[in-house]
């Protein structure tokens, strides 16, 4: 396995099927061709893919605005889950991060969605008390 940063040219289409398989957001701000366009005209160079044997099998894209860092969009293939893809994805964001100087990461999750929840846990992450609100700015 083998973790890199993301290349439109040989990536886009393995990432769209992958995160329509895992995500399957209904709303269309959330398309995944939409989300790699905007993640790629940003060019922080904070998407990452793992691949076997040439093949998409996990992505991870970060953010980090100088005062947090994000996790976002982390997916494995139903296929390669529980084979710490997952953690390998995650620590190189975490490593990409703190290495342009973040202190915190923070990341959202489905409440309903126990088993990423444990996931997160199991690498260190915690609930915090929070609330997390959003404002659309685009109408479907």
């Not at 886009?12 to 959330?30: C, E, H, S």
């Not at 893919?49 to 040439?54: F, L």
Request: proline share 2%.
């Amino acid at each position: 396995m083998n973790i890199t940063e993301y290349i439109d040219s040989s990536h886009r289409m393995q990432v769209i099927n992958l995160w329509d398989k895992t995500f399957g957001y209904p709303d269309a701000r959330n398309k995944p061709s939409l989300v790699i366009d905007k993640k790629i005209a940003v060019g922080d160079g904070l998407f990452f893919v793992a691949e076997e044997h040439g093949q998409v099998v996990g992505t991870i894209m970060a953010g980090y605005d100088g005062h947090r860092g994000w996790i976002y969009s982390l997916a494995v293939s139903e296929a390669h889950r529980h084979k710490d893809i997952g953690t390998f994805l995650l620590s190189r964001a975490e490593s990409e991060l703190a290495n342009r100087g973040c202190v915190k990461i923070n990341l959202q999750v489905v409440e309903s969605n126990s088993g990423v929840c444990e996931f997160y846990t199991k690498n260190g992450y915690h609930v915090e008390p929070r609330i997390s609100m959003g404002k659309s700015l685009v109408r479907d």
